[in-house]
């Protein structure tokens, strides 16, 4: 079979992830090194995939266009969670099979929006930069202890938000679609409606998957909801919130700030929120620490070879 591997970055850490395909006598093509991601054009997607069996993906577009046009595609390994850059349609109609890598990306995102709290918490960049300018300037920063975090979703991702939240200290309520009793008791995070946690949340956290309903589900009218002292943080998609409306709410003063890792686009430079200093830009590596990422192409690697062997775990399994 010839395994196309369209994912970036993919063989950055282990140059050697694709030799057993290749021992096992599959044709690899790697076009890791292209940098394709969110925004990159139909076309340079499925020259590269146009007679691959099996693609290793990342969130570079296969989309019906794509797909009509890998008329060999038989599986995609999706490297991560997410799969809405995939049109499962255009798959089930080919009889393609989908799979991902399943817990494999949410502690290194609960980690990466900590870090984000933190920093709007106690901001020990500005307090490090002053000391290096010789300013001895002491500010009274507001602490995570007992700060009400919100969490828009309530997945894996918002499961290992919480339990680090909890350890600082922080007051935890979640929104979803399918609350269960049982997780106050253990994450100690508590159930209340959308409205009311924009209202009292001191920190707001999407952890939503990206699909017809989340699409654009954050406007003017949820940013206008939220306390004056808040701070919004998107590690899920790009799409899931209007970043004009929130550019807008930033330079009222409506709310305090905001973190974003992820972007319509992807790469993207020109994003409307740069320059805004109340936001925290990151180039989508909320999941994107070595560990994770060798763990998340191996696993990758690993539902590619459990396909061949008709052996793909149903839980890894999308379709």
């Known amino acids: 079979m010839k395994i196309v591997i369209t994912a970036r970055d ?8 694709l030799e057993g395909l290749v021992k096992a006598g599959h044709e690899v093509a790697d076009y890791s090194g292209e940098s394709m991601g969110t925004g990159t054009a139909e076309y340079i997607v499925y020259r590269a995939a146009e007679d691959a069996d099996i693609a290793i993906t990342g969130l570079e577009p296969y989309n ?14 999706r490297r991560g969670i997410g799969y809405d850059s995939v049109d499962l349609a255009a798959c089930k109609q080919r009889g393609i099979i989908l799979a991902r890598t399943a817990g494999m990306v949410e502690e290194a995102v609960a980690e990466h929006v900590m870090a984000y ?22 500010i009274m920063m507001a602490g995570a202890k007992t700060r009400t975090l919100g ?11 919480a339990k680090r939240a909890v350890s600082f200290g922080m007051k935890v309520i979640y929104y979803c679609r399918h ?7 253990e994450y100690h995070a508590v159930y209340c409606d959308l409205d009311q946690l924009l209202s009292v949340s001191d920190y707001v956290s999407v952890n939503v998957p990206l699909t017809e309903e989340t699409r654009g589900m954050f406007g003017e009218e949820l940013f206008r909801k939220m306390k004056p002292e808040s701070i919004f943080i998107n590690t899920a998609r790009g799409p899931v919130a209007d970043v004009a409306a929130l550019k807008q709410v930033l330079q009222e003063g409506r ?3 905001a973190a974003i890792d992820v972007f319509d686009a992807e790469p993207c430079t020109d994003s409307p929120l ?12 909320a999941s994107y620490t070595s560990e994770n990422f060798d763990e998340m192409n191996r696993a990758a690697v690993q539902n590619v070879i459990d396909f061949i062997n ?10």
Do not use: Y
């Open 310 to 319: 008709n052996k793909l775990s149903p839980g890894n399994r999308v379709i």
């Open 117 to 138: 709290i933190l920093h709007f918490a106690r901001n020990v960049e500005m307090q490090s930069m002053a000391m290096h300018d010789r300013q001895w300037s002491r």
């Open 255 to 257: 709310i305090r700030g």
């Open 179 to 185: 609350p269960k009793e049982e997780w106050e008791k």
């Open 64 to 77: 019906e266009e794509v797909i009509r046009r890998c008329p060999k595609l038989k599986m995609i390994s």
């Open 151 to 161: 969490l828009i979703g309530f997945g894996g991702i918002g499961m290992e938000i």
């Open 10 to 17: 993919f063989s950055v850490h282990d140059a050697g992830l």
């Open 274 to 285: 740069i320059g805004c200093p109340n936001v925290i830009l990151t180039p989508h590596t």
